[in-house]
């Protein structure tokens, strides 16, 4: 049997009550809406030419982008594999969720080295955001349309909270092709989206435990909440630099 590393210690498993809070995510007066960007639909080109004329991935430029998109129907079907490959040696939704955000976790460290080295490369000044609300808004802009090709569509802040964000995806991409059973109806595959979040938000020096919800609305039934509680260090250092 295939063993598994053991989890990052900012990731920890869901507590048996995180799915329940789920009904605290719908649409209500509780949050307060203070960003909502288009959201264009996910790129599925993957360049015109013949195959043994494409250069070698090893070969491609990293600050280049426009030619390195990946047909949906891939994307979809990998992750598809990675699910069905980890629902296997799982226990229940709790630690399938713990795994996806695992691997989401190594996804966005690379994400993150990826998008810094670029953003060094093309700018003699590049700035690092001390700030979390302006690193926030990167994360659902550039880091989005870094991975799935379009920003997200919203950022909520708690009213009740101040120490929780959320970023809201009407349509995944991640989880569009992904049909989950009426007895599994709690899980939420964008648990891998919640890991790459929190491993940007860890690099950046915001400390935080993020998850994954579903909150279905009409006309949007795969709408995914991204929560993201923050660490008291983070709200300590905020006001500090009020």
Not at 22 to 45: E, G, K, Q, V
Not at 164 to 172: A, S, T, V
Not at 212 to 237: C, M, Q, W, Y
Request: charged fraction near 20%; aromatic fraction near 8%.
């Amino acid at each position: 049997m295939t063993s598994f590393p053991q989890a990052h210690p900012r990731l920890s498993v869901l507590s048996s009550t995180s799915h329940a809070s789920t009904d605290n995510f719908s649409p209500s007066s509780s949050y307060s809406r203070f960003s909502l960007s288009s959201a264009p639909s996910i790129s599925t080109a993957i360049g015109a030419g013949k195959l043994g004329s494409r250069p070698n991935i090893y070969d491609r430029s990293l600050s280049k982008t426009r030619t390195s998109d990946v047909s949906l129907s891939a994307f979809a079907f990998l992750f598809s594999e990675i699910v069905q490959y980890t629902q296997k040696r799982v226990n229940g939704i709790n630690d399938l969720e713990r795994r996806l955000n695992v691997l989401g976790y190594r996804i966005g460290t690379r994400v993150l080295e990826l998008m810094i080295w670029r953003n060094e490369s093309v700018s003699k000044a590049p700035k690092r955001e001390i700030r979390f609300l302006p690193a926030l808004m990167s994360i659902h802009t550039q880091v989005w349309r870094a991975v799935f090709g379009k920003p997200a569509d919203a950022i909520e802040k708690s009213v009740e909270n101040e120490d929780e964000y959320m970023i809201i995806d009407n349509d995944p991409p991640i989880t569009r092709h992904i049909s989950v059973p009426r007895d599994m109806s709690q899980l939420s595959c964008s648990s891998l989206t919640a890991g790459i979040v929190e491993a940007v938000l860890d690099g950046l020096g915001f400390p935080a435990r993020v998850t994954a919800h579903n909150t279905p609305i009409d006309g949007f039934p795969a709408r995914t909440t991204i929560l993201i509680k923050l660490d008291k260090s983070v709200l300590e250092r905020e006001e500090i630099l009020k």
